[in-house]
């Protein structure tokens, strides 16, 4: 599987930003998609996650902000991400389970075995 994202750039506070993950080879197989974000300093951080039947999970500090979504036929992940904050400037990664595994059995970037190279989002204040 591999994943290319896009989308990403700067913004100012209050803005909004699309991300996109790209997905090619066997990812028809692999069920559960999430984006995942690191800060300078910090440690990496799930932001949002999405199941095959289309139920999503996200963080605390994200929720109704951003949203999380996919084009099966596309195999293409999207991030909408509105009201951003100086705060959620950070690398942001999109991530694949491994296949034929529900998100209900992943937890942690260690489970995810695809990753994107990531896309830089800076918010100004």
């Known amino acids: 599987v591999q994943l290319v994202e896009s989308g990403g750039g700067s913004v100012q506070a209050g803005g909004s930003l699309r991300l996109s993950c790209a997905a090619s080879g066997y990812a028809h197989d692999t069920y559960c998609r999430v984006w995942f974000r690191q800060a300078p300093g910090k440690g990496r951080e799930e932001v949002a996650r999405?199941?095959?039947?289309?139920?999503?999970i996200y963080a605390d500090s994200v929720k109704g902000r951003f949203t999380i979504s996919r084009d099966h036929d596309k195999h293409t992940l999207y991030l909408q991400m509105n009201s951003l904050k100086f705060e959620d400037t950070a690398m942001y990664y999109c991530a694949v389970g491994p296949p034929y595994l529900s998100c209900d059995y992943l937890s942690g970037s260690g489970a995810f075995p695809y990753w994107g190279q990531g896309t830089q989002v800076t918010v100004s204040s």
């Open positions: 999405i199941s095959r039947d289309g139920s999503t």
